[in-house]
């Protein structure tokens, strides 16, 4: 069964930085489009981030020039290291793959939660 | 950016009536429309992808229609697990952007 796990949330202060991890089983994290996307506290879904097969990465511009995605085939595991955190960067935080045709979600990992306050 | 509009944002209905949500693009996405539904909690889950195929092991009584800028996500008979959020998202091109959101109640 296809399954993404999230690791590495918690409560950081702003301007600190965090890793997420998230770790895929009987799939290969590099053969695959993947994302990440966010959820602030009771509201919608943003799409963060997204790394091709190939390696070619894309951001939202609410977090370009401070969070990179990034991956460990060896590991199977997919990144997202965020620096320069700021308060309206709290949110759960979901690991997704992406459907490379269609650039839907098909499987989404159970989400992980970033909080950013002093 | 593409934005995307849901109506209604909320929506009362009872066990066994037929519902639709309707979402809106600012641009043409041609087919490239995808609904997701999240119960509080969990992880979003895809119900309709490419604007009306629906995704393996997804009820029947769920169907996906339109194109170009104006898409309907519609349950035919309400069931208690269906009372969730539902969000539609564009692959048209980057960013992916997604609805506000539909929040549909039990009345």
């Known amino acids: 069964e296809v399954q993404l796990v999230e690791s590495g949330g918690g409560l950081v202060q702003p301007g600190g930085s965090l890793r997420l991890s998230c770790t895929a089983s009987e799939f290969t994290v590099s053969n695959n489009y993947m994302s990440w996307v966010r959820q602030a506290p009771g509201k919608g879904l943003e799409w963060v981030s997204l790394i091709y097969s190939g390696g070619a990465t894309f951001y939202a511009d609410s977090v370009k020039d401070r969070f990179t995605i990034s991956r460990d085939s060896s590991k199977n595991t997919l990144y997202l290291q965020m620096n320069t955190l700021r308060p309206e960067d709290t949110a759960v935080y979901y690991c997704?793959?992406?459907?490379?045709?269609?650039?839907?979600?098909?499987?989404w990992g159970q989400g992980t939660l970033v909080t950013v306050s002093s | 950016d593409i934005e995307m509009t849901q109506s209604p944002s909320s929506l009362s209905a009872s066990v066994g009536a037929r519902v639709s949500i309707t979402c809106r693009a600012s641009?043409?996405?041609?087919?490239?429309l995808n609904w997701y539904q999240q119960t509080p909690g969990k992880a979003p889950k895809l119900l309709i992808y490419a604007a009306s195929i629906l995704q393996s092991g997804v009820p029947s009584r769920f169907s996906g229609s339109g194109s170009g800028t104006d898409f309907t996500l519609t349950i035919s008979s309400l069931q208690p697990e269906d009372f969730a959020t539902y969000y539609c998202q564009q692959s048209y091109s980057l960013p992916l952007t997604f609805g506000q959101g539909t929040r549909l109640e039990i009345k």
């Open positions: 997704a793959r992406v459907v490379w045709s269609d650039y839907y979600f098909d499987y």
């Open positions: 641009q043409t996405i041609y087919t490239s």
